[in-house]
């Protein structure tokens, strides 16, 4: 599927660049015809309506050819064309003269049958029309050029919607969302995407009736097959549905019984009509006619009337017609918009003049992936000009990272490879595929494994498609220090899938994988090592580890003090959920999503064993005067957790709180006023609550909370802020789902899905999702929530672009 999408890119852009110019020219021109008569009529209000002599009538046809023909003795009328308006001009058609394809046509008085004046501005338009249809080429060359054109129009419009084809097909949002956020490339292809889907009707109108006009064989073969062929119609005006055995001879024309006979079967419901006088051996004149209210400007009647006699031999009319005919008979207001009305025609030239945003943005699109791939030669280039010691090529470092601690190492080791003069490239994972990994001999990946064994949350969409990248990595030679936590089972669960994903794809290790629990300084010894030894690291590379070690060295823990403790959920059927408050340094600050880490005393069975830190949600801000944190107590069959139950019964009021604050970058709270969704459960309000409390201090109101608890009657402890920030217009939507309050289990995944539209909207919108709870599992249904409302591959770049921020465990 891949390669053919690949295939279809080239056709499309390829024909989008060596012809888009042009089709840009036939829809600027195409746009200008689509309103040609009323332009004219404008500029020429004259011949719009001709006022009446004092006493005079409308002339008939027969009269009009009579007056025409002694002012014009050398000339052969061959057709008129009448109005039943009164006042509106007659128009008389000439033989054309010998050699010539056309004859000259004048629009004629039609009280008097004088000649009148050339309209202005119909030169203008006749250039415009044989630019339109031939390119300004000699008539035959230039229908196939125009019609090649249109066939190309008709490929671009159909490999346009192949590859923007979404995963979920019937969410119009997908379709039709022209996202103003988005800047740079992104913003073009989404511009030169959804106009392209809006106008794909009117082009493939436009590009299909375009070929049937380009291609004399298409054109007859279609006429034709509908019984509209040229051949059919000669017949009928010479008298007969059959060909005769010899040519019927000739009839003296009696012009004003035809136009009685014309009037008596048509009974008056005509608006206009041609009158194609016969010639040659023809015994019948052909009547065109319109009805008075016809359906379309094409919707033709036909009427088939003995030349000498007036007596009808047949007649055709539109809406008798199967509908192939009717179709045939359709294709040029079809083309121009006019089958549809007015509203088509103003359709039809929008579109036409989109053809310019089309070309403009597919060129500024090329150029831009020129520009790209440009800069990535140069920079190879540049890599391979300055790479002295290891075989002369650059390492790549590929960093997965969920607090930024992996791409801390990535930065650090690059430093020791630079300062022994080996060239380094750094990189998250999200951005390698199969075409950067080809230009790598060598590799070392910092990986970080969250929660059980997955990786961060911007190396999802790599992981998942790490293993089919399709060709082998035998030419890459790598190293892999993994990061992770043995409290969970899954210990660095990332970095060995990872490794043995390499292994398989047959690329070759440097050293074994390196496994660090938590800040091991040992097993990061064991990679600097390993890297020392690999690619011959001295003196100046020892030392830039250690400057960047000072730098990146963890806060000290520092005295707080416990202010206060609340119980939330008396009387749940969950464990009891308390609100502790710190008080600690006055100069002490954080960020909304901000962690602490607290340091338990340990309990007496640890013995001398060192006790690992807890980590926990800031629940508050820093104006509001204490930090505070939502602690669930955890409860074990030898009794309390070590952390929760000393914070919320051990520790007395007043106690010391050994905590550090730490950073949380990848759930940082946005700057601007853009919409965000916070989901979460349980004790995760604690980090959604800093969130929000900071937006509603901002006056940032586009905030939609979806949360769940266990039951209203005793686990409803947020419901007071909630109600003050929606009254204040600064929470726009709440969905809270308590999960017992009835029969059937209703969890925050649940409400998300009843709310699949507008989530999508919102998401499309702009919005940030914010998403705190338990990891085992709240986490994972809301993630394949978003997959399946979303797409995979839509979620999946929500991800990448730091659109969907996780703080679970």
């Not at 051949?231 to 040519?247: I, V």
Request: net charge positive.
């Amino acid at each position: 599927m891949g390669s053919l999408r690949r295939v279809w890119f080239q056709i499309h852009w390829f024909i989008g660049i060596t012809a888009g110019t042009v089709l840009v020219v036939i829809g600027v021109t195409g746009a200008a015809l689509s309103f040609r008569a009323e332009i004219v009529e404008a500029i020429n209000p004259g011949l719009r309506h001709v006022a009446p002599p004092p006493g005079a009538r409308l002339l008939t046809p027969a009269e009009l050819m009579d007056r025409v023909q002694a002012h014009s003795p050398g000339h052969r009328v061959a057709n008129i064309r009448v109005f039943s308006e009164p006042g509106r001009p007659a128009r008389i058609g000439f033989a054309p003269a010998p050699g010539e394809r056309r004859g000259e046509a004048r629009l004629v008085d039609p009280y008097t049958a004088a000649l009148l004046p050339e309209p202005q501005g119909e030169d203008f338009f006749e250039f415009m029309e044989r630019l339109h249809r031939w390119l300004l080429l000699p008539r035959d060359t230039g229908k196939s050029v125009t019609g090649t054109l249109a066939a190309g129009l008709l490929v671009l419009s159909l490999s346009g919607l192949y590859l923007r084809w979404p995963r979920r097909p019937l969410a119009w949002r997908a379709w039709l969302r022209l996202d103003f956020g988005l800047t740079g490339r992104a913003f073009l292809w989404n511009l030169h995407a959804v106009v392209g889907t809006v106008a794909l009707v009117v082009y493939l109108v436009s590009s299909l009736t375009g070929v049937y006009w380009g291609f004399d064989t298409v054109r007859t073969w279609v006429d034709d097959a509908a019984g509209e062929g040229r051949t059919m119609r000669a017949q009928r005006a010479q008298g007969g549905g059959a060909k005769a055995a010899s040519p019927p001879a000739p009839v003296k024309l009696d012009l004003p019984r035809v136009w009685q006979s014309f009037g008596d079967v048509t009974q008056g419901d005509w608006s206009q009509v041609t009158l194609q006088l016969p010639a040659r051996n023809a015994s019948n004149v052909e009547a065109t006619y319109l009805r008075a209210v016809p359906e379309h400007e094409r919707a033709r009647n036909r009427l088939y009337l003995n030349a000498a006699t007036g007596e009808p031999s047949q007649h055709e009319r539109y809406a008798d017609k199967p509908l192939a005919g009717r179709l045939v008979n359709s294709i040029y207001p079809m083309h121009m918009g006019t089958y549809w009305g007015l509203p088509g025609r103003i359709v039809m030239t929008a579109s036409s003049l989109a053809m310019a945003l089309f070309a403009i943005t597919g060129w500024m699109l090329y150029l831009g992936r020129r520009r790209t791939k440009k800069a990535v030669r140069a920079e190879r280039a540049r890599l391979g000009e300055g790479a002295p010691a290891s075989g002369g090529e650059a390492v790549l470092i590929a960093f997965a990272t969920q607090t930024g601690q992996a791409e801390g190492l990535a930065l650090q080791t690059a430093g020791a490879l630079q300062s022994a003069g080996i060239a380094a490239v750094v990189k998250p994972v999200s951005e390698l595929t199969a075409d950067v990994l080809a230009h790598f001999k060598k590799a070392l990946w910092i990986v970080s494994t969250f929660g059980e064994g997955d990786p961060p949350d911007t190396a999802r969409a790599f992981a998942r498609g790490f293993a089919r990248l399709g060709p082998d990595l035998r030419h890459l030679q790598y190293g892999v220090l993994a990061l992770g936590d043995r409290r969970y089972a899954a210990f660095c669960g990332f970095g060995r899938k990872l490794d043995h994903d390499l292994r398989t794809q047959s690329a070759q290790a440097l050293f074994p994988m390196v496994e660090v629990d938590a800040n091991d300084g040992a097993a990061l010894g064991t990679w600097r090592a390993a890297l020392a030894r690999v690619f011959g690291l001295g003196g100046d590379a020892a030392s830039s580890w250690s400057t960047a070690d000072t730098a990146a060295r963890a806060p000290a823990f520092e005295p707080w003090y416990l202010k206060g403790r609340r119980l939330l959920n008396p009387g749940s059927e969950g464990d009891p959920l308390y609100e502790i408050e710190l008080s600690g340094p006055s100069a002490a600050t954080w960020a909304p999503g901000a962690l602490v880490e607290v340091l338990p005393p340990a309990p007496p069975a640890a013995g001398d064993a060192p006790v690992a830190p807890r980590s926990y949600s800031v629940a508050s801000l820093p104006s509001d005067g204490a930090l505070q944190l939502l602690v669930r107590q955890a409860r074990h069959a030898n009794g309390l957790g070590v952390a929760s139950g000393w914070l919320t019964e051990g520790a007395a009021l007043g106690d010391e709180v050994p905590l550090r604050l730490v950073a949380n970058p990848s759930f940082t709270l946005v700057d601007d006023a853009q919409p965000c969704i916070f989901i979460g459960n349980g004790s995760g309000f604690a980090g959604l609550r800093a969130h929000l409390r900071e937006r509603v201090r901002r006056g940032h109101g586009r905030n939609w909370l979806v949360y769940g608890e266990r039951a209203s009657r005793h686990d409803a402890f947020f419901v007071d802020e909630l109600s003050d920030w929606r009254a204040r217009g600064l929470l726009a939507r709440a969905d809270i789902a308590y999960s017992r309050d009835q029969p059937e289990r209703i969890y925050v995944q649940d409400k998300l899905r009843a709310a699949a539209d507008e989530l999508a909207a919102w998401v499309n919108g702009g919005a940030v999702v914010y998403v705190c709870g338990s990891l085992a599992g709240m986490a994972p249904g809301v993630d394949a929530a978003f997959a399946d409302i979303l797409g995979v591959a839509a979620f999946d770049e929500l991800i990448a672009r730091g659109r969907y921020r996780r703080d679970v465990y």
